[in-house]
């Protein structure tokens, strides 16, 4: 009797690995596909950052008046304020400089974001940070007649951080603390809350309306130096934050109870990415208006490159964010002379119809 | 025993702990009364939807008896002699107000509900996968490019939220719907959406930049839903078509039930998988494109109604959540028509400034006070 | 001497008590088996144990230290633990998911260590050789079947490099041949480096059969503990199951058999005499 069961289950055993061994076709692909990206990470994050080179010097060298690059590295190195094309080339560094900034504050908000959340449809937006700032900047130009950029970075940094503060705060109540669903609903029901009354001040004043309508669609266009240099400090600590917690989103990653048992004390950590991310995208969304999209759309490209490994997806979305933005912001400018596309309009429309390929091919479209 | 079973069926989350203490008198007993107190307060949900739409067309501004109202409609129908003024204030203006925000806000209500279940992704919803923004794409286009408005402007509503939802299935269906792990199909299929929402939600910001500012302070009244344009010919549409999708939301609420025990088991217990989740996600398009052609995608309806509903009775529910949709667009347009103008110096609100302004912190002290593992 | 002990232990989820003033020992350098019907509160016991479950009373120490007073990666170092049915992110390979359980070996700042000679790396090439996963280590964890999935857990605890580990029911889904291997590879563990282990298993015989140290709980509370063959007896099975059964001693190793009896067979009367003396020899 024992003997037969051995062989049985023997038989079985062999039974249960033929059919894998015929099944290789999908498998043999997605293996390749591993074997490809395995080790070759470098390689590819120094390919990103090449595009990201070639991103910026496009951004110096196109626009209205189209400069050969020769005279852009010329215009770097030795400045000419008499030359015509020099005075172009420097008046595009601000905002190919914030187009860097808010396209990589953005980009590593949104991969952090996905980790913090445990959720594909998580952004950094979800945190209520772009809801919570486009409600300061209407309530600032409502009540107290901002008009400048350099009024609303104040006023957008404020109400971001408060809007995300309070997110983080009601997802927290409980016993569980901030749970991913409870996190993306509490920050969505705010959301929905904060751009209803901003909606309500939108109807009934037509002036507030007139100049929040600019602000709203997100553009690296127009600010110089003053506004731009305020944000350092907040993005540097936020990029610091994130940048440092890529194991943290790899435990978070095998679910709160694995977490806990390798020591990771997970309501903390889930509450230090999320002040990163809250620093890094409220300055974004402060310098730049509220670019929506990016932060989701490049950390699922990424994971193409990487796999589920948040320590590459961290980097390679610091990189390959501003280049999509500065892109956007380059075809913008050409787009429908003789106005400009703002590249908050341009980097969605542009990305949209990468992500959706990226997500019909199925692949990095999970977490 | 075969109760216990059907129940599983029904309601799998409890099923475990219901076999579990089956068999402990008191805890059975508790659970019971549990089960009862959803069903009850459906009900409760069911007799404030009646209230505020008796509220909203007999109370405000100008307030109807009872009587009145008998008489205004008795006359409406028979022909006969109409009290001046009051007949059409109630004829022409509240009653199909009230019917149409009824009416929008069980099909949004129901259409979150299906996304979010079906999906099994509470951030799921028509305002988040891309349906209200094309619709509102289209219609922009139509507002602002070609200038149109009232019926034109619903019309081309209806066919961007079809559009989209075309869309969206064409892309979702080359990784088929019936996914084999997990519910990445379904992740495929919000994704697609929300990629498509977004290039959307630009096209809107970047019209509205362009426009002049009277016709995009005009669109942006339609952005947010409203009821102001509520007339008999939108119920005509609306009320056949809700004729035809509630039916058939009723009919794949089983078959969805047993979906969310995974797509093996339910094909186990003999579902088409493949054909209900089409269904599904049909009803649901259907649904939020219907309602916001008459008015709009008045905002976060359908986000909202579902988890508040399933908090309100304590389990998910497709009838609760489309008549927690009602409630929000009729308390919300009650709001708005009657009392916002009281404090903004006369400005009609369009609703859905409202929906998100009520329902959001209701949701949120929902979140805060409920200590659900799953909340 | 015990490493793990639960002091008037009382865990609860909400308002819901389902352990109260309970105390028990996990003895060092043996395989623990918790055993108890569905419900009786095992898995939160072991919840309680691996501090996913703060206790509303009581304490769980280890070494004489509360468990909460201690910073928790290093408590992770030397306690790990394997919640039942956890889940792998998509796309990760075996190896990657094993080397995250070095996690509480390495400093928040550092992202990286590299080197093949890492001890990082050596606990993760140590782990996948003892769960025979080094073969797989560069195959997406999400297509194994479920026998290899299951040791690549394992290993992920093994990379822990704990002295303690606890299981919460490692051995679900496994058909009888995996169920083996598993138990099998953990009492390896257990030998070799002394590991202090403590499993929640369903299954009595194999609890029986690979058990030092058997704790049997019912209700919330702990009804017998001891050797596999003091504490399983008809007695038990019926107290705790409630249901009836011969036990006998299983041919391979000696230890207690459940033979369980159920409402369509009525065993032959002789069965029960040859039950006894089994045992006594067994004893």
Wanted: proline share 5%; hydrophobic share 50%; charged share 15%.
């Amino acid at each position: 009797m024992t003997s037969t069961t051995a062989a049985s289950s023997g038989k079985r055993e062999r039974t249960v690995t033929a059919p894998n061994g015929t099944e290789t076709g999908p498998q043999l692909y997605v293996r390749a596909e591993v074997r490809a990206r395995k080790g070759k990470q470098p390689a590819w994050l120094l390919a990103a950052v090449v595009v990201l080179a070639i991103a910026c010097g496009a951004s110096l060298a196109v626009g209205a008046r189209a400069i050969p690059l020769e005279t852009v590295w010329d215009a770097l190195a030795h400045f000419d304020p008499a030359d015509g094309n020099h005075a172009v080339v420097h008046a595009r560094i601000p905002r190919t400089v914030l187009g860097l900034l808010a396209g990589g504050a953005l980009g590593l908000a949104g991969a952090a974001m996905q980790g913090v959340a445990r959720n594909p449809l998580a952004d950094p937006g979800i945190m209520g940070v772009n809801a919570g700032a486009a409600l300061a900047v209407v309530g600032g130009i409502y009540l107290f007649g901002i008009t400048g950029l350099t009024g609303y970075i104040w006023f957008a940094f404020l109400g971001a951080a408060v809007a995300a503060t309070v997110v983080y705060l009601l997802a927290s109540t409980g016993r569980d603390g901030a749970t991913p669903v409870k996190l993306a609903l509490a920050g969505a029901a705010l959301n929905a809350g904060l751009y209803s009354l901003m909606n309500v001040v939108l109807v009934s004043s037509q002036d507030t309306l007139d100049r929040f309508r600019f602000w709203q669609v997100g553009s690296v266009a127009g600010r110089d130096w003053s506004v731009i240099l305020p944000g350092l400090p907040f993005l540097a600590a936020g990029a610091l934050l994130v940048l440092c917690s890529g194991r943290v989103l790899n435990t978070l990653a095998l679910g709160d109870d694995l977490a806990r048992g390798l020591g990771q004390r997970v309501g903390l950590s889930r509450g230090i990415v999320a002040l990163g991310v809250v620093l890094l995208c409220g300055s974004a969304t402060a310098l730049a208006g509220p670019i929506a999209f990016l932060g989701l759309v490049i950390p699922h490209a990424v994971r193409f490159f990487t796999g589920p490994d948040y320590r590459w997806i961290l980097p390679f979305s610091l990189a390959l964010a501003p280049a999509l933005l500065l892109g956007a912001d380059v075809v913008g400018r050409v787009a429908l002379p003789p106005g400009e596309v703002p590249a908050g309009i341009m980097t969605a429309i542009i990305g949209a119809p990468v992500f959706v390929w990226l997500v019909r091919r199925g692949k990095g479209a999970s977490l | 025993m075969s109760r216990t079973v059907e129940r599983a069926i029904v309601e799998p989350e409890r099923t475990v702990g219901a076999l579990k203490t089956a068999k402990k008198g008191p805890q059975l007993y508790v659970r019971a009364e549990r089960a009862a107190k959803g069903f009850n307060r459906t009900w409760l949900l069911a007799a404030a939807v009646v209230i505020l739409f008796v509220a909203s067309i007999l109370l405000g501004s100008y307030t109807v008896t009872v009587p009145d109202f008998f008489t205004i409609v008795w006359a409406h129908l028979t022909g006969g002699e109409k009290i001046p003024g009051a007949s059409f204030i109630v004829m022409e203006n509240k009653l199909p107000r009230a019917i149409v925000g009824l009416l929008t806000g069980l099909a949004f209500g129901l259409s979150g509900a299906l996304f979010q279940t079906m999906l099994r992704n509470p951030l799921a919803s028509p305002d988040v996968i891309g349906i209200s923004h094309g619709a509102s794409a289209s219609a922009v286009v139509a507002i602002v490019v070609f200038g149109a408005s009232g019926a034109t402007v619903s019309a081309a509503a209806l066919l961007g939220a079809l559009a989209v939802a075309l869309l969206i299935y064409l892309i979702s269906r080359g990784g088929n719907l019936r996914g084999s792990r997990g519910n990445a199909a379904g992740n495929r299929l919000v994704l697609a959406g929300v990629g498509i929402a977004a290039a959307l939600g630009a096209v809107v910001n970047f019209l509205m930049t362009r426009a002049d500012i009277r016709t995009a302070a005009e669109a942006l009244i339609w952005l947010n839903g409203s009821l102001n344009p509520a007339t008999w010919e939108r119920i005509g549409t609306l009320l056949p078509a809700l004729c035809v999708l509630l039916p058939l939301a009723a009919g794949l609420a089983k078959p969805l039930r047993l979906l969310e025990l995974g797509d093996d088991t339910a094909a186990g217990l003999g579902v088409r998988v493949g054909a209900v989740r089409l269904g599904l996600v049909l009803t649901a398009v259907a649904l939020a494109a219907v309602a916001t052609a008459a008015a709009g995608p008045v905002s976060f309806v359908a986000f909202l109604a579902g988890p508040i509903a399933r908090r309100v009775t304590g389990k998910p529910s497709l009838p609760a959540s489309a008549l927690t949709g009602a409630v929000i667009v009729l308390a919300a347009d009650y709001f708005a028509y009657n009392l916002a103008p009281l404090l903004l110096d006369g400005t009609v609100l369009p609703v859905g400034v409202v929906t998100g302004a009520l329902g959001a912190p209701f949701l949120l002290w929902l979140l805060a006070t409920s200590n659900r593992k799953d909340a | 001497m015990a490493r793990l002990s639960a002091r008037d232990l009382t865990l609860q989820y909400e308002q819901r008590r389902v352990i109260e003033g309970l105390r028990t020992e996990i003895p060092e350098g043996k395989v623990t088996m918790i055993v108890g019907a569905n419900g009786c509160g095992k898995s939160t016991l072991l919840r309680g144990l691996s501090r996913l479950l703060r206790p509303a009373a009581g304490a769980v120490t280890l070494d004489g230290k509360d468990i909460h007073s201690r910073p928790a990666k290093e408590l992770a170092r030397t306690l790990g633990l394997l919640p039942q049915q956890p889940t792998a992110p998509d796309g990760i390979t075996v190896r990657d998911l094993v080397g995250r359980g070095r996690y509480p070996h390495q400093a928040f700042f550092r992202n990286w260590s590299h080197g093949d000679s890492s001890p990082h790396d050596l606990a993760v090439r140590n782990a996948l050789d003892a769960t025979a996963t080094t073969e797989l280590a560069d195959r997406i964890v999400d297509e194994l079947s479920g026998g290899q999935r299951q040791r690549v857990w394992i290993a992920m605890a093994l990379a822990q490099e704990t002295e303690v580990l606890l299981l919460d029911e490692p051995t679900t889904y496994l058909d009888l041949a995996h169920q083996v291997e598993v138990l099998d590879l953990v009492t390896d563990l257990n030998r070799r480096r002394g590991t202090t282990v403590a499993i929640v298993l369903h299954d009595l015989n194999l609890a029986a059969r690979y058990a030092d140290h058997v704790i049997a709980m019912k209700d919330g509370a702990v009804v017998a503990e001891g050797t596999g063959i003091d504490v399983i007896t008809e007695e038990l099975v019926r107290t705790v199951f409630g249901l009836e059964s011969r036990v006998v001693p299983d041919p391979v190793s000696g230890t207690p058999l459940i033979v369980p009896i159920g409402r369509h067979h009525y065993p032959a009367p002789q069965a029960t005499e040859t039950t006894k003396p089994a045992l006594e020899i067994a004893s």
